[in-house]
């Protein structure tokens, strides 16, 4: 008996030797082989951008020019003021902006500047002084002065300046130039709004305005296509110097976006191309009438002989030139209310423009078909143009009358247009990070099969950080550096959650999974099982009866 | 939106005024567009319909900032000069063209999809501008040429030389790829329609009707980019837009038994205008015969002119119907095109073209093989050298020593040969030989190979089907029997000039054979789950008697009354009367 109880006491010990080996050796081999390679996340930082909290910081200096201010009020310059004003736009998101302005008096330069003759030279002369992007200057004048013409009390010039004229009244002279500065200021950088249409995404819909929707998202790149749209070659030769009319209008307004996005321009002409409606007859006017109700359906059929860009992933905006059918002609858009568009053009929120271009036709049977018709350029490009700009988000400011804007001349973008944009842009690219971010963790969270590799980290690990990065230029007032940093954000970002390897184990099933393992499985697992029971339930009536084993 | 233009339009006029209404209608317009139909009544009795759509444009591509485009297709251009392409030729075809009863083509491709392309010597990565052209061509055309990588690839050395204006004939800016298992169908029609200036809405490309198109023995479609001369001068550069359509039609089936034809019963269309854009608009009918008497066949309406051409070695008479002149539609408002054959002919009088090829592939077992490629020249007296280029897959494993050409008997040595062997998953076999074919002769070449056995992933769906070895490509100049007069490029129906010929005394003709199709050894593909199964019972079996062996524990048995069997014997015995065991 003594034997046998040695063998069952090897036998036992032999069994708890093959539960350990199989669970100390085979159990994390088996897991460290078919885990599927995770690479860490910097989950923390992923989270904090989720609630975006921004603070914009605008520095203004406030410049006096000699005589406008009294001269107790002269003596506390130079000193500085700093303004914060918060708005909760959601519970995730709020925006704060911040003008840090500084007081000072006219050095000798400005003073001369400020002495010119008209405010156009003064406004150029003051360039060389400004600073870099974001930063405002606002010259205050004395109201005697001659440079702002009589009934204009601001003047906003084409770079990043503004002129203003003091009114001497009772009270305190800062305290109204401050009030003042503050609307100049909104004016030339950012207002509450124009923020609030950057997070349009993060926003509920009923907040914003219907315009908010317009502008194209920010893209590190856009391509621009002119087609001139000529659906009846039979009767129209049309012919238009696109290549001349592109250099001289649209060009320059590209080349002083190009810190925004790449761009690249190019046309086509497209025969046979008709709009997707018929347009009803006005015997009145004895013209054909495209109604704004219809327009949203004209755009589609046009649309399939666009052709997408074949060799860039960059948004496409398109601009139709559209010469009615002869039999169609001319051809006129009428607004809500009925009455003709004056441009005879439409823009379709981030998509381009359309504008019909009537041929005046000649006392039939005169001329010889088809007639040779040559687009006047001028006419197209300016209404482009303005599409354009709006398409970018670049709108009109509405200001009080006093203001006068300097018109944006050959460039068609004035300097502090550009800052808005680049404001705007910075905080629609951060929240586009925290947004493409935040869902590629919560998808990583959900699906565990999704492999990470350690680019896909280091890309994420790089949006982060550059997220964070425009964040805080963004709050010491440094608006270049902070959409550089946005930019590369984006691009890491879009770059991480695209990458093709995040999909490589995606589709494999769990029952294929049980399928392989199960023959393998299920013999050496039910062994060891049972005999761990049976061990168990010796050991626990052994317990029971300590006696027996003497 | 209207207002905020009105703002800017003031600037715009101050600013720019001299600009505007410019372009001037006195210059000639840049680009062109000319467009031809070609319907030649095959020696076995059925038809060809050759459509030629050529845009030619007068413009630098590859000059930075060209991004305006007319009626040369933006897509393209685009591609050309992104990725900085010299020549490119991509064909897509459904059939095989019988070279033996349909004559020589005029542009034959392969069954498939082939794609070739001469990229600029300043590419640096050819392979990379390659990879990402055949992708983008793949959108365009939708087509599965994404499935074009480095083991389908070859870089020819001879075969394939520029068709057009080129200074640079390093081959290491070609590439070439075949898919023979591509299916062509109305889905990459429709793209290639887009291209057209007119689209289908007007000229000769309202015949493009994908519903009888597809209907046909023979379709292939192709686009052929190059570069050519300007003018005469040839100082400057144009860009050629080549689009071609052949389909045969099997007139036996359509005209219910006898061989007269129609535009409209072909293409249940008739052409009622030209193309407004384009400066030629033509439609040629073949109606030369082989005998003399002219009567055998009779087209209606009578053509306006006739054009005669030598035409690969032979002198052809076309009839002519320019839809461009006035002429035309002044009796009826539109063209329908009708033959008749006068007699029925008996379509004995197959003549055979000068050059002609068939492959097969031979041997038994799935093991070894024989591609074996019969080259004809029926020329009475004229010997001439072919190129041959031959493309197999890695998985064919070519055993180059069992490589023997044979014309008449005798051993036929090659003047050039250069091969490269293929790189499991990497490249195929390339194979080029310049043979030369003596007069009326048949060359026999074979060359055996083995099958590789492919990783269970490496095979496409369906792998009983087979797997295709695409065509091998003669290039030959073939001796012409008649003197052919060098005609001007640009006045010349488009027919006759994609292929330079040198001289007056031969013409260039590229012949596909047929795509073989060849079995690999295949498995079972259960197997890999039936592997893991049997494996782990083995496992589970060898572990399961080794745990036993080690946790068991044995006791010495104390012998008992016995089981069953003794107890059955015991009562046998005694039921017999003998002592109990």
Redesign the interface.
Known sequence: MVA?GA??A???R??LA?AAVALVLGLPLWWKTTETYRASLPYAGISALGSLRFQLTVPVSVVFAKGALPGAQQRRLPFTDTKEEESLLNSKTSVTSRYETTYRSATVTEQAALALATVKEADAALLPLQDSLGALTVYVIPETSPLLPQGVGVYIGKHRSAVMRCTQGPGDVLAAVSAWVQQIVQAMSFTTDSIATALSDRVPMDQLGTDTRRPFKSSLGYEI?FSLLNPD??SHNV????????N??VQPFLDKLGSVANF??????L??AVLGVTPRFDKASSSFILSALSLPHVINPVEA?L?S???SLYPVLNFLLYVPERVHSPLYIQDKDGAA???N???SPRWGGIMVYNIDHPVPDKAPL?L?V??????V???F???L??LFGI??VSLPEEFLLE????D?LTDWELDRLLWTRTVENIATVSTTLTSLAQLLDKIGNIVIKDDVASEVYHAVASAQTAMLELASGRLGSAFQASKEAVTSSERAFFDPSLLHLLYFPDDQKF??YI??F???AV??LL?LVKILREAKQSKKEPTKTD | MAGAAGVLGLLLLLLLGSPGGCGGSTAPPRDSLREELLLSPLPSGDLAATFQFRARWDSELHREGVSHYRLFPKALGQLLSKYLVRELHLSLTQGFWRTRTWGQPYLQAPAGAELWVWFQDSVTDVDKAWKELSNILSGIFCASLNFIDSTNTVTPTASFKPLGLANVTDHHLLRYAVLPREVVCTENLTPWKKLLPCGSKAGLAVLLKAERLFHTSYHSQAVHIRPICRDASCLSVSWELRQTLTVVFDTFSIGQGKRDWSLFKMFSRTVTEACPLASESKIYVDISSKTQENELLEVTPPPLSVHEASVQGDRRTYAVYDLLSPFLFNVSRSLNVQLKWKRPQDSLDLSTPVLHAQRYVSGYGLQTGEISTLIYNTHPYRAFPVILLETVPWYLRLYVHTLVITTKGKENKPSYIHYQPAKDRRRPHLLEMLIQLPANSVTKITIQFERALLKWTEYTPDPNHGFYVSPSVLSALVPSVIAMKAEDAEQSPLFTSLFPSSDGSSYFVRLYTEPLLVNLPTPDFSMPYNVICLTCTVVAVCYGSFYNLLTRTFHVEEPNRGGLAKRLANIIRKVRGVPPL
């Open positions: 046998d063998e069952e090897r036998g036992k032999a069994a093959f296509t070659p039979k012919h238009w110097d696109i290549e001349a009319a592109v001289s209008y690249s321009v190019d046309s086509q002409i025969y046979y002989r052709g860009s074949a060799t568009v004056g441009t053009a439409f823009h088809p040779w040559d687009v006047d350029m001028v006419r490009m300016e209404v143009l303005a599409q700009r709006l709108s009109q018109s944006p001349g050959n068609g399928a392989i023959p393998l299920l013999p050496m062994p060891i005999s």
